[in-house]
């Protein structure tokens, strides 16, 4: 088959490609760089220049392919909005990646919080309520003939097998730590986030192509863990002493931002695969977030 990716030379896109090529897929990836064409080109990967605004870029490619994963910008309306038309009335295949932050709270590091799977109600906070409508917009893709999937990742972590190999939230805590010699978290790091393995994800993506249900979505996780237990084993394995710091929401607003400081790095994130282990046969199986860290 041939597909279409968004985000090829990032850390989902690339990985979920690699698996692609690996199993005798042609495989076309949206690039913004001279530089990341010739990267992903190395890995199998037909490089397609342009970026999520090049929306007659994104037609054209998409009709071009059997299947399309958008693994770029879960937030992006007017891709979305693209993809779904571009795919109208073929009952082609369209996976939007979203993420699990769409349920998370502004804990500031408190822990608590609700569990969610795939059918439980919420109401986004006004910073995840853009992604939701896509999430939706994506979903009703349905009703036009299209083959769509929403797949929600949490925490992930794993080295990847593309052109970055490296996730978003554990390195920039181990990051921090070497810098700070200690790890730090938000506020009593008590706060929890579902978690899953790149490899695990990527699994969870084929599986989908090859058999969810239009109309889909599914969160993907294996396990949960509070911050501060990741900054315990982070302190562990590079051999920091003591017990890991505290920073406040502030402090971490200046490091990563706002949004993810509140959103992200302090907040309660915890979700259930319900779905997609029923309905996939996903299984899930590789070290958890602790482990992997220390190995």
Request: hydrophobic fraction near 40%; proline fraction near 4%.
């Amino acid at each position: 088959m041939n597909f279409f990716l968004t985000g090829a030379s990032g850390y989902i896109g690339g990985s979920i490609a690699a698996e692609l090529i690996k199993k005798g897929h042609n495989v076309t990836g949206l690039v913004r760089s001279k530089e990341k064409a010739e990267q992903v080109r190395t890995l199998g990967i037909t490089p397609v220049m342009g970026n999520l605004d090049d929306l007659d870029v994104l037609t054209k490619t998409a009709q071009e392919a059997d299947a399309v994963v958008n693994a770029a910008n879960a937030e992006d309306r007017a891709s979305a909005e693209t993809l779904v038309a571009a795919l109208a009335g073929s009952r082609k295949t369209l996976i939007q990646t979203s993420g699990s932050s769409i349920v998370a709270d502004l804990s500031e590091g408190k822990g608590g919080g609700t569990v969610y799977d795939e059918d439980s109600q919420f109401t986004p906070l006004p910073g995840r309520a853009s992604r939701v409508a896509v999430n939706q917009l994506v979903i009703d893709g349905k009703g036009h003939n299209v083959r769509t999937i929403v797949i929600a990742p949490t925490l992930i972590y794993g080295r990847g097998s593309g052109v970055n190999p490296n996730s978003i939230q554990v390195p920039w805590l181990v990051d921090l730590a070497k810098k700070n010699k200690c790890a730090r978290h938000i506020g009593p790091g008590e706060n929890i986030w579902s978690n899953v393995h790149i490899d695990d994800l990527v699994d969870l993506y084929v599986l989908a192509l090859e058999k969810a249900p239009a109309g889909s979505f599914y969160y993907a996780e294996n396990g949960s863990n509070t911050i501060r237990e990741v900054c315990q084993v982070i302190n562990e394995v590079e051999g920091f002493s003591g017990p890991p710091q505290t920073m406040t929401i502030d402090e971490a607003s200046e490091i990563w931002g706002a949004g993810a400081a509140n959103y992200t790095m302090g907040s309660n994130s915890q979700v259930k695969s319900k779905r997609a282990r029923a309905e996939l046969g996903w299984a899930p199986n590789s070290p958890s977030l602790l482990d992997d860290l220390r190995s």
